[in-house]
């Protein structure tokens, strides 16, 4: 994933996850790797706010490009910060690469949303970052994993095997 669109603004964005905006400004555009853009996040009083991040997480050790996606749950790399909710987030999106790469498409899945949400996890480590977590589709392409309303809740506050069920058989 190269780059998704966020063409709402952090009000819309808010209202449509549930969250405060909590002083946001984001003019909506493309969210390219290592550019920042909102996330909504679970606040120690359990309610969501937006928060911006960079996206793309520092590599780890011997990498050299920042990680944009999560794929391998299994992997040391990820697996602390998926086990801990606090770590957790909805990433926002109204438009994401289509089959050819450079076509946007907006998932028929979520016919009529303003916005829709892909689960995603947050480091806080050398920088404020985020990485979108990915899965393949029943024809085997690999995309994000994009979360219905209901589910929303469920990922950013269920235990791991609880919540991990939502990136499996997607």
């Known amino acids: 994933m190269q780059f998704y ?18 002083g946001d400004v984001w003019p909506g555009g493309a969210v390219v790797p290592s550019g920042f853009a909102p996330v909504a996040i679970r606040g120690d009083d359990g309610g969501r706010r937006l928060v911006p991040r960079q996206w793309g997480v520092p590599p780890p050790p011997r990498g050299q490009h920042p990680v944009t996606t999560v794929r391998n749950l299994a992997s040391p790399f990820w697996i602390g910060t998926l086990r801990h909710t606090q770590f957790r987030c909805l990433v926002p999106m109204t438009a994401m690469p289509g089959p050819g790469g450079d076509v946007m498409a907006m998932p028929d ?17 050398e920088v404020v970052s985020f990485a979108i977590l990915t899965a393949a589709d029943a024809a085997g392409r690999i ?3 994009l979360l219905h309303r209901q589910e929303y809740a469920l990922w950013l506050s269920a235990d791991w095997k609880v919540a991990q069920r939502l990136v499996q058989g997607r």
């Not at 669109?5 to 909590?22: E, S, V």
């Not at 899945?109 to 480590?125: E, K, Q």
């Open 5 to 22: 669109r966020l063409d709402a603004t952090a009000a819309t964005i808010a209202a449509a996850l549930g969250a405060d905006r909590n």
């Open 109 to 125: 899945t979520l016919p009529g949303a303003p916005v829709f949400v892909a689960a995603g996890i947050w480091r806080d480590s």
């Open 143 to 145: 995309g994000p994993v």
